[in-house]
């Protein structure tokens, strides 16, 4: 089966930076995503990993150790904007995304 | 301009009412999911396809049916049987390679009365 695993919920303050955990117990893994969803919007993909590393893309980095089944994702200079949900999923080789419960970030001034 | 479209945004059944939600996609993708997310919830997957004429039962299929007659479109049906069916539902559709990002729909919130 799948399991993935996130924090429920997560308080940073504007300019700050913070680290948003994902564990996962899977059977033919075949890539990780993160999504990040407003309240009442559809997620929108952020980052993709597929090989152990970290991925960097502007303020997003996104870090991935397939033996340890945990991801990170990381928000440099955190914006008020930035306040939603982040979703981590995975992906296995029949092309079915399995989804974490998601973790609710608040930035506050 | 592509996506990936639903219809309608804000739908309202009565109980013991079949309701069927609408999903098109001009992308070209191969593959098309249906989705279920509840207040303070993840996503729950509740049919894909993979190709026109074929679609597999995702983790909470009960209740409800999809077709998948055309490349473009994937409509769910939620019938009577589905017995908690307020939520948000949300559209996805994928290239089909590994490695590909699913692209959402803005989502049906569906509200029984």
């Known amino acids: 089966g799948q399991n993935i695993d996130q924090p429920t919920e997560m308080t940073a303050t504007e300019g700050a930076i913070v680290q948003i955990n994902c564990t996962y117990q899977t059977s033919g893994f075949n890539g990780l995503f993160w999504y990040q969803q407003h309240a009442g919007e559809a997620p929108t993909f952020l980052s993709y990993?597929?090989?152990?590393g970290l991925e960097e893309k502007g303020r997003f980095s996104s870090f991935l150790s397939r033996s340890k089944g945990y991801s990170y994702l990381l928000l440099k200079e955190l914006q008020m904007k930035d306040s939603a949900s982040y979703l981590c999923?995975?992906?296995?080789?029949?092309?079915?995304?399995?989804f974490g419960s998601g973790t609710k970030l608040n930035v506050k001034p | 301009d592509g996506g990936i479209t639903q219809s309608p945004k804000y739908l309202f059944r009565k109980e013991g009412q079949n309701v069927t939600l609408s999903c098109e996609q001009n992308l070209n993708h191969d593959a098309m999911y249906w989705y279920r997310q509840d207040p303070g919830q993840g996503l729950r997957l509740i049919y894909y396809s993979q190709i026109v004429n074929d679609f597999q039962k995702g983790d909470i299929a009960e209740g409800y049916s999809v077709s998948r007659e055309k490349k473009e479109s994937f409509p769910l049906t939620v019938t009577s049987a589905q017995k908690n069916p307020t939520a948000f539902y949300l559209c996805a559709s994928q290239g089909g390679q590994g490695g590909d990002t699913q692209y959402f729909g803005p989502g049906t919130r569906l509200t029984v009365l």
């Open positions: 990993n597929v090989l152990d």
């Open positions: 999923a995975v992906t296995n080789n029949f092309n079915k995304f399995y």
